[in-house]
């Protein structure tokens, strides 16, 4: 218990709380970018795996979390019931950071496409049983076709998870991967998981 | 001449006690009675002064989505065919099912929207803080909500620039793909480095890690009764609404 409340002071601090806020907001400010150039992606967890990386996985749960609470509040309320898939996105991309993968972009590369799957696992109950498998969001056609061919909504919203996810996460890693390698390393060497780029 | 300070509205713990039952409700509760507390909410909010605010973002962002749901649920689910138009057949089971998505989803968007509609994010903060709340997490929220304001705004600059320098949102995926790092590094950039200074801040000020001693505001007794017994009515209503929730999956 001990272990983990140092664990959660060492990773959420003063030093650390900013840079929270910072990678929250540009979850946000990404979309936002995303429909400037009209990307066919949705690149909404960059924030969360960039202070994943840079920090560690509660400070990246954390960025997760809050990003989804303010769009939520802000935007549309059904991103706050995705809040458990940030956590598993923040953590997974923390632990993924700590054995080096943000170090090459043919590391980052796989290990965003596994965290795709993660994400497609979390998200498919959350899409099925709470939005009947719709999310409003570009693939729902995909919900409509699974459906179409005989699989259950629980199955449809995995495989709809399953075929966005994956490249999503894959270029999220990479864009945090060239983002790593462009910040000045007098900025970068500040950091807590400095260690980890 | 100093100006008369304007009495301090207090947050009221019952207000997020009941929207929080309802959101239990919503998966609590059979379709039957889901409808009936939603006919309920729908009543009391509709003649509330912040209908329009409530219902604009329910039509705009919720109506379709039931809409799209009752679509695909009516026609690929499997059961006995409910009516059809044309060669379209909307089976019962999806019907039935979509439904119980709908009523949900509308009572949890209502009663959230009905909530923030009512209670300023500020007021939540400072309620909070009284109770003892971990300063951390209410410093989080509020700075990232002025960050996005702050950093949209640059995002704006930078993409009117990059369009002087000849960024065409018309070409292939590839191409548009390009441009999305010379907006993000310069973004980033300077935002970690801000951070990182804001931190240097806080940690000079001495900002405490522990939570927030809980003291409460100074309010009149009479508030201080009201807000005890919406506090007790409220973890009261609370309960019921577990246990109902419980009893539901258990069975």
Known sequence: ?197 | MPTPEAPRRVYNPLNHYVALTIVLAAFAFKLEWQLVVLAALVSVTLFSPERKKIYRGFLKFVLPLILIGFLINGIFFTGNVAFSIGPVKFRDQGLLFASVVATRLALIVIAISYYFSRVKPETISEYLASRGADRRFIYIYLLSVAMVHLMRDKLQKIYTAQSARGLDTTKNVFARAKYLLPMLVPLSYSYIAESLDRGLALRAANFSDKKSPATPIVVPLVEIIVNRKGLFIGRLVLLAGVAVTIARFVK
């Not at chain 1, 990678?23 to 400037?36: C, D, R, T, W």
């Not at chain 1, 969360?48 to 935007?75: R, Y």
């Open chain 1, 1 to 197: 218990m001990a272990e983990a409340s140092s664990w959660f002071e060492k990773e959420v601090n003063a030093t650390t709380i900013p840079l929270i806020a910072f990678g929250a907001a540009l979850n946000i400010v990404v979309g936002q970018a995303v429909q400037l150039i009209k990307l066919p992606l949705y690149l909404d967890s960059i924030g969360t795996i960039l202070i994943a990386c840079v920090v560690g996985p509660l400070a990246g749960m954390l960025t997760g979390a809050f990003a989804n609470l303010t769009l939520g509040l802000f935007f549309n309320y059904a991103f706050i019931f995705f809040i458990p898939v940030t956590l598993v996105i923040g953590a997974f991309s923390g632990f993924a950071a700590r054995i080096g993968v943000f170090r090459r972009w043919y590391t980052a590369i796989p290990t965003g496409l596994l965290q795709g799957v993660l994400s497609a696992i979390a998200s498919a109950p959350i899409a099925a049983f709470m939005f009947g498998g719709v999310t409003m969001g570009g693939t729902d056609f995909l919900v409509l076709y699974f459906r179409a061919i005989g699989k259950s909504i629980i199955q449809s919203a995995f495989l709809q998870g399953l075929a966005a996810d994956p490249v999503d996460k894959a270029v999220s890693y990479l864009i945090v991967y060239f983002l790593l390698t462009r910040i000045p390393r007098s900025i970068l060497i500040r950091l807590p998981g400095y260690a980890n780029t």
